[in-house]
């Protein structure tokens, strides 16, 4: 949006706003400032970005001082100063810091302009800027679709358990079977029947919490209440949502494979320091080892920290998905010099006898592709299993530094707000270490737990985007339904 100016010549001051907004471009022959609220209606949202170009022209080539910019945001109490050289074309970004807290004030550039000089200012909404924006404020809810992106594949991963019999891969599911679309919509069903006076009233009855906004559209502390509706703001919702939606899937995946990566390149380098082994179940821990482990980290959680005792044993897990990569990295190379064991007598005939069979060596039946492909399927299970332990110890890491730097002065951290949900995802973790994809198969509560991570996953985003701390009860409740799969 141009705004052209003819600036006769005086001192260097403060000048009055373009008065008029024709056509989509600003126009004035008065000396030049430009106000916010003469962009568009939006301009006064904290997720919107401008960039300004102002060029400007002189007549004659004395030297003249320089231009100034003032950006004034009456609520924030702070202005910021660009200076601009004559003649030249200089690109000044605007955006807000802090939402209006009410309609009695607005922001505005103001340009202080030379004399001798026209000047053209042009208005272009910055897409990268915005985009700036929308993380700066809704930013911490990011891991909210994070753990959403986590919980839809493990459920089509166990799907797909539960009806082909083996998993899929982690990036099959979370491109087709996970269909994260769905949470967005159900969720924006919700808030269309909030609408509603009856669905209203029956939401308070059963005493449900009321439902959580985007932070750039949350009134500001000590400010008046936002009127309902949330106008304009509340058009630009659901892209918004979509946008951190996306985000969130990106960072679970590329998080995940990154995670992958580092276990196998540890896997390669522990695989010389333990002795190869082909038993799925080497590190099988007995119910009373899993009962001794979770009541240690418990007593853990209680006397220090819960966040340790959450990267306790997601460290933990991740050994044993360590332990099942080298166990995979094994067979293979068994199952490669299979062929060159198997020996054929000169006549050409077939040595019978056990050594040679398919029944096994000496009592011991022989390894088969089907040893590997169970290996490959318990390893693809637990690193989605372990995937969903990943959200909690990564909102508990700010809880454990607190309690590392405060180490010296107390060893019980006061408060502690890990404690509450650190104990039952200790339990379901040692619980699922032993889990494998026939234990699951077998259990008649599968199909009703993956029925259930959608609702989840909607009551996540509906209930979580302003109190992070639920995303860990949510994630606990479905590591101990698929908990529960193992002990049915």
Known sequence: MPCDADVSPRPLGLFLICPSLVNNSLSTSLPLALPLSFLPSFSLQVYQAFKITVESQCKGTKERLPSVSRLTVPWFRED???????????????????????????????????????????????????????????GPVLPVYMAVSVLLPCEGQLLSLLHSGRPMEMSETL???????????????????????????????????????????????????????????????????????????????????????????????????????????????????????????????????????LATVYLLYLYKVTRLMMTERTLKHVLNLAPQQTATPAGGGEVGGPQQGQGGCNGVPLLTVSALEEVQDNLRLQLSLSSLLAPPALLAAPSLIHWLRRLRYSLQLQPDPCWPSALPLVVSAALLMNCNTHTLRRSTLLSLSCRLQLPLCVAMVTFSLQHLYRVTYFLSASLGLYALCCLT
């Open 80 to 138: 910021s100063f660009t200076t601009m050289s004559v003649p030249s074309a200089t690109q000044i970004f605007v955006k807000l810091h802090t939402s209006r807290p009410d309609n009695s004030s607005s922001a505005a550039l103001q340009l202080h302009t030379a004399p001798d000089c026209q000047y053209k200012v042009s208005v272009q909404t910055s897409f990268l800027q915005v985009l700036g924006q929308v993380l700066r404020f809704c």
């Open 175 to 309: 491109g087709g079977a996970a269909r994260l679309y769905r949470v967005e919509l159900l969720a924006s069903l919700l808030h269309l029947l909030l609408r509603l006076s009856w669905f209203q009233a029956g939401w308070s009855t059963l005493g449900l919490p009321p439902v959580d906004a985007l932070p750039l559209l949350a009134p500001d502390v000590g400010a008046p209440p936002v009127p309902e509706p949330l106008s304009p703001a509340e058009g630009w919702t659901r892209p918004v949502l979509l946008l951190l939606l996306l985000l969130g899937a990106a960072v679970a995946f590329w998080g995940g494979a990154l995670i992958r990566l580092a276990l196998r390149l540890l896997a390669l380098l522990l695989g010389p320091l333990h002795r190869p082994c082909v038993d799925p179940e080497s590190w099988h821990l007995g119910f009373r080892t899993q009962m001794a482990l979770s009541l240690t980290l418990g007593l853990v959680a209680w006397a220090t920290c819960g966040a340790l005792a």
